[in-house]
């Protein structure tokens, strides 16, 4: 029995550095589709052939969560090598957390497992199919994350908070 999904095809060979095995594209989200969360260089390709069950996206605590298999991962020495990257509380029950867009929070796109996981401690992948495979960055990726920032800090000086040291906020007419 064939365990993938249409969507959990081989990467095709321009997406796979040969001789390391590593992506030559950056990752990026599949729902907003403004952030790298994966630089070249930084994921092996890694083919499960029994496949890991990964839970579709994030459900609500009543509805029961539905999984996918999926066999072709990219494995990522650590969390800290993601350039965007927001990790779950671990999963009641099991031994793994899941990884998501810190800029979206939506889609899950990997998990990592914990040091206590019984078959694949410490390990991180990214799933192939669930992120964007581009060869350059989009433009508009730092643009997201400072407006952001920005915002954070405008709120917070509105509510009478401490600016951060070396910013400085010019009230415009």
Same mark, same amino acid.
């Given at each position: ?79 800290? @090598? +993601? ?5 779950? #509380?671990?999963?009641? $029950?099991? *031994? ?6 810190? &800029? ?43 407006? @952001? +920032? ?5 709120? #917070?000086?509105?509510? $009478?908070? *401490? ?6 906020? &010019?009230?415009?007419?």
């Amino acid at each position: 029995m064939d365990p993938s999904t249409e969507s959990d095809a081989q990467p095709r060979a321009e997406l796979v550095k040969e001789g390391t095995n590593t992506n030559t594209h950056h990752f990026v989200c599949t729902v907003c589709q403004c952030s790298v969360i994966l630089s070249p260089e930084r994921g092996t390709l890694l083919h499960i052939e029994d496949g890991l069950q990964m839970h579709k996206d994030r459900t609500k605590k009543d509805e029961p969560a539905e999984t996918e298999t999926l066999r072709y991962f990219w494995q990522v020495r650590s969390v800290m @090598s +993601f350039d965007n990257v927001s990790v779950s #509380k671990s999963v009641t $029950g099991s *031994e793994l957390k899941y990884l998501t867009c810190a &800029e979206c929070e939506r889609g899950i796109f990997g998990i990592h497992f914990l040091p206590s996981h019984p078959t694949r401690a410490g390990q991180t992948v990214v799933a192939h199919s669930r992120v964007l495979h581009l060869l350059e960055a989009p433009a508009q990726e730092v643009a997201p994350a400072l407006l @952001s +920032f920005a915002r954070g800090i405008l709120e #917070k000086k509105a509510n $009478g908070g *401490e600016v951060p040291p070396g910013i400085i906020i &010019e009230d415009g007419e």
